[in-house]
């Protein structure tokens, strides 16, 4: 049985501090009542404020039905130590089998949406649709972060960095070049 | 003085190998006689036939109005042993400098596009605009990548992913679960 990280809240403003470095991340959702999850790498920050970030997620996917249907979703961060169940969710299908259940993850109620948390997750932001006007086009959605919620330790977590064919990039190691940005640049 | 690294034609529905990952990326762009370099961290991926990419292009910065008009641009990938000019890069205007003469960077004839390549650069990928339709709305592009040149070495270079307030984490190590993916998966 694995603890579950203790998660503290988080200023949506600052989701960029995880999200800019381009982790994969598992995005959950429910519609009535099933939930799912899937693996994600097309993803980017827009906005600030209100906290915008924009999801790239195929109509080959169950989850996206899922989405559009409810409008809302939970973006949840996973460390290298998730790997193994990270492909196994991106290699399976919520059409046939229950996630949560199959790779014993523990679904945990969301403060602002239905989707639900992951557990063992080491940060879950609360998602609620913004703009659809590329959902059409590109399966682009557009949503604010509702809620941030991020663990308190490890400071800095080994995340995973998709590049295609079965391979990731591991990141977590940190270097700050703070002294030499201008302070209008920082914060 | 740096040499050049060796660069090679890579196929551009394969950019997500390089993007994916969510490293700091170098925009490159000229309108006539001026060019100018920004660092970039929010990107995704959108599609890999037509190769899709979607670049939020604040318009704060001096870049958004030349690429806004010339419809083009390069994404220019450095590594860490760039990691010093790319801060600088990200803490000055092209309004009040030269970036390509001020920091020593070497500008390269693109094929497709009039916007530089950055010689010093890992991969270098030239870009037309595809879809402007959230421009004004989230200074949000949808390039299409038309050329994409990969040096052939280091095989896994370190890259930069932007965490905000001056600190970088760095990627690089490989992990591969590829045994694990199913065969549709890869590729």
């Known amino acids: 049985m694995t603890r579950?990280?203790?998660?503290?809240?988080?200023?949506?403003?600052?989701?960029?501090?995880?999200?800019?470095?381009?982790?994969?991340i598992l995005v959950s959702s429910r519609r009535r009542d099933e939930t799912n999850i899937m693996t994600l790498g097309w993803h980017t920050v827009l906005e600030f404020s209100p906290s915008l970030v924009g999801l790239m997620i195929s109509s080959a996917n169950h989850s996206h039905r899922m989405i559009r249907d409810s409008g809302?979703?939970?973006?949840?961060?996973?460390?290298?130590?998730?790997?193994?169940?990270?492909?196994?969710?991106?290699?399976?299908?919520?059409?046939?089998?229950?996630?949560?259940?199959?790779?014993?993850?523990?679904?945990?109620?969301?403060?602002?949406?239905?989707?639900?948390?992951?557990?063992?997750?080491?940060a879950c932001f609360e998602c609620r649709l913004h703009d659809d006007a590329l959902v059409e086009r590109y399966?682009?959605?557009?949503?604010?972060?509702?809620r941030a919620q991020v663990a308190t330790s490890p400071k800095h977590p080994e995340t995973l960095h998709y590049t295609g064919d079965g391979r990731f990039m591991v990141s977590g190691r940190?270097?700050?070049?703070?002294?030499?940005?201008?302070?209008?640049?920082?914060g």
């Open 72 to 122: 809302e979703c939970v973006i949840n961060l996973p460390t290298t130590a998730l790997t193994d169940t990270v492909v196994r969710i991106g290699n399976s299908t919520g059409a046939e089998i229950d996630k949560f259940a199959a790779f014993g993850l523990t679904a945990i109620n969301a403060e602002t949406v239905q989707a639900p948390l992951i557990g063992e997750c080491h």
């Open 4 to 24: 579950l990280p203790k998660r503290v809240d988080f200023p949506v403003s600052d989701v960029r501090r995880y999200l800019e470095p381009g982790p994969i």
């Open 139 to 146: 399966n682009f959605f557009i949503f604010e972060v509702v």
């Open 174 to 186: 940190m270097i700050s070049r703070r002294s030499q940005f201008r302070p209008e640049m920082l």
